[in-house]
C-alpha cells in the first residue's frame, strides 16, 4: 500500500528506483540480503523499508513472525545498507507507545509497547539504528490508502453493503494517508534531513468511529448515493481483541516540519482524494 504510492512519488521526481519483488529480494532471507552487500543490485543512495508485519491480533499467536519481520529484517538490511554506503529509512509506527499520555507523544518520549507488534516495531528501530547510524525513521499512524486493504476500505465496503456497524470511540490517533507519507518521504530525502527518529502522520485527530463517519459520508456524497449510514459508537471495552490497543497514540510531528518537510495536509482533504482513487460500488 505505502510502498506503490511511495514508487509513484520517487518516480514523479525523475530518480532511479529500484523496486524488487519479494521473490527477489525477501528481506527476512539473509541470501537476499548479501546482494545488497555485494551491490549486485546497488549501489544505492537509500534503502527504503515499506515492508512490515501488521496484523496487530495474529501477532499475538505468530510473535516469531512478526519479530522475524518487524525486528530482525530491519536491523539486516540497515547493516546491508551501511555496507553499500546507502542511507536507511524505516517505517515505524505508533505503536510502540502504551496510549496513556494527555498530549501529543514526541520523539523523545519513552516508549512503552503494549503488545508483540508494537514491541516488534520498536526493536526493529532499535536494530536498525544499532546497525546503521545514518539510519532514519519515520514512525506513522492510522495508514490508509488506494492499494491495500484499510480501515476506511472496510467501512465503506460495509456501507455499500448496508450492513450495520459499531466501531469504537475512544481510542484517538491520527489517520495518515499514503500519498502524504510519500511525499513526506521524498522531501526528507531531497532536504537530507539528519538522522534520527521523526514522527510523520496527518495532523488531525480522531477516533476511529470519527474516521469511519467521515470516510463513509465523502464516498457517500462524492459518488450521490442514497445509502443510509449505519454506525454506532462503541468503547473498547465492547469490542475485545487479542491485542490491545493504545488508547491514545496522537505523535506531534514538529520536529520533522522543522526541518523543512511540509505538514500533511488536513485529513478531509486526502480523504475526499481517497475516495477519489477506489470505486468500491457494486457493479
Known sequence: MLGTDLLAALLRRNWSVDSPWMNDLDITNPQHLEKIRRRDIGPYTHIINCAAYTAVDKAESEAMAAMRINAVAPGLLAFAARETGAKFIHISTDFVFDGFAQNPYTEADPPNPLGVY??????????????????????????????????????????????????????????????????????????????????????????????????????REMHQLPNEIKLAPCTTADYPTPARRPAYSVLNTAKLESTGVSPHRPFPESLLEYCSRVDLTPQ
Not at 480501515?151 to 453493503?161: A, S, V
Not at 518521504?185 to 514522527?199: D, K, R
Open 118 to 219: 508494537g514491541k516488534s516495531k520498536l526493536q526493529g528501530e532499535q536494530n536498525a539504528i544499532k546497525e546503521n547510524d545514518q539510519t532514519i525513521i519515520f514512525r506513522t499512524s492510522w495508514l490508509y490508502g488506494a492499494h491495500g486493504p484499510c480501515f476506511p476500505r472496510t467501512m465503506i465496503t460495509h456501507f455499500l453493503k448496508g450492513t450495520g456497524l459499531k466501531v469504537v470511540n475512544d481510542q484517538t490517533g491520527c489517520p495518515t494517508s499514503t500519498v502524504d507519507l510519500s511525499e513526506s518521504i521524498c522531501q526528507a530525502i531531497e532536504l537530507s534531513i539528519p538522522a534520527g527518529i521523526y514522527h510523520a502522520t496527518g495532523g488531525d485527530q480522531a477516533t476511529w468511529f470519527q474516521f469511519a463517519q467521515l470516510a463513509i459520508s465523502t464516498y
